[in-house]
């Protein structure tokens, strides 16, 4: 329980952070942070894609730039990086996700094994370009998530 001297004390505190915008107060998620949620939803992206789930490929396919958008808000600038990466972002990743997403409306497996090559290459060249080129991101190549199923599920 939060003692009535204590809300008054958060209170004006939480307020002022929902203020900016609705992010729960306080709480600011590393750049780092964000990309292991990026790193698994490439992953889980691909292997929906393999699954010809194109359901699931293009949800997680906005959950990557819902995240992205989260970096971008979050995240604005980074010391090591050339340019902001709110420019960064939208000039790397937006035209191998539309890629992506035009293989998934298509239901197109051959485009969408072509585009997810374009956007994991273009991951890498971010990680190059902001002097994290040891993060080295790939075509997963085994399922690590033994509690969902990829494929498309009957009625
Ligand atoms: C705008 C540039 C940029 C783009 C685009 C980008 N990354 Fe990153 N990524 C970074 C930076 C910078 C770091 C290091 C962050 C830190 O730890 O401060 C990073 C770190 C990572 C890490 C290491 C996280 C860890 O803790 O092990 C992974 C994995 C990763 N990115 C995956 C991806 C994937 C997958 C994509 C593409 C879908 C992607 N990144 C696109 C800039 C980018």
Redesign the pocket.
């Known amino acids: 329980m939060i003692s009535l001297k204590n809300a008054a004390r958060i209170l004006p505190v939480a307020l002022l952070a929902s203020c900016g915008g609705g992010a729960q107060p306080g709480y600011v998620p590393?750049?780092?942070e964000i990309?292991?949620l990026?790193?698994m939803r490439?992953s889980k992206l691909w292997l929906a894609g393999k699954a010809a789930n194109w359901e699931l490929a293009a949800y997680e396919t906005d959950e990557?730039e819902e995240g992205f958008a989260d970096?971008m808000r979050f995240h604005p600038i980074?010391k090591s990086?050339p340019a902001p990466?709110t420019s960064?972002?939208p000039a790397?990743?937006d035209p191998p996700i539309q890629a992506v997403r035009s293989a998934i409306e298509s239901k197109d497996a051959v485009q969408f094994g072509v585009a997810f090559q374009e956007?994991t290459s273009?991951?890498n060249d971010?990680?190059q370009a902001?002097g994290?080129g040891f993060?080295v991101?790939v075509e997963p190549t085994t399922n690590l998530f033994a509690n969902q199923d990829f494929r498309v599920r009957g009625e």
């Open positions: 590393g750049l780092g990309m292991s990026q790193q490439h990557l970096v980074h990086s990466l960064m972002i790397l990743m956007l273009q991951c971010c990680h902001t994290f993060n991101v």
